[in-house]
């Protein structure tokens, strides 16, 4: 079922946003050479205690776990750390340790005030330069897809308007994306969010304009175009039961906000 958040609530998942838009900002900082993803997940559950310290508010992470349908643990860690062909949901365990020129997606769950914000972040590890021609051109695909990541979300949060519909977004993304020939993840999409970590409806990064749930004002959901190098195609690890790759092995990006659609048009609550 879909659900209006009151005015009130609104107003708590600004806060909240904006604690966690603060949150990443930092992770997303110190994502750097030799730094294991563990590192950045103690760093995250420290900052969401300094700040529930400092405003006496319960602040927590919303993954921290959260066991969603079909999981068989809950998920072990305060943020997904996905590096690579890693598309989403990767563990952040002390052997997964970033290298010059990795791509590192960050996304990460806050609960404040009881209700619940979600974003994403993707960065490039390291200098500028590589080592070689093979490096640089390396370096330059991966900055084009971070850039057409972050660029499909911007014109699928402009895509989101009062008495639009779901589709509309998922076409905004698709008819960008497929003419830069990169993949969208499939299977995998956006979702409300505010009283849980997945709420209806379903946000699909592909969509005919039109179709699809409507969007109301104080309707929150969370837009995640996940854009890859190759196929469309994803493979879920049976072994960790969490992480999603590209069935090629090429690599992948994630940007993500939450929103509310207000009367006047989305408002970003994690900028």
Known sequence: ???????EEIVLLREGGRRLAAILKRLASEVKPGVSAADIDRLAAELVKAGRDERGEEDAPAFLGYQPDGAARPFPGSVCISVNDEIVHG???ADKIFKEGDIVAVDMGLI???LITDAAVTVI???AGGKSAGDAKCLEKARALVKATRE??????????PGGRVGDIGEAVES???PLGFGLAEELAGHGVGYAVHEDPYVPNTGRRGEGALLKP???IAIEPML???TDAVVFDRKDGYTVRTKDGRRSAHFEHTIVIGEDGPEVLTR
């Open 125 to 127: 590890v390291g200098k």
């Open 1 to 7: 079922m879909i659900t209006i958040k009151t005015p």
């Open 152 to 161: 499909a979300l911007d014109k699928a949060i402009a895509a989101a308007q």
């Open 176 to 178: 960008f994306v497929r």
């Open 91 to 93: 563990i952040p365990t």
């Open 112 to 114: 404040h005030a009881g």
């Open 228 to 230: 890859n190098e190759g």
């Open 218 to 220: 104080g309707m929150v």
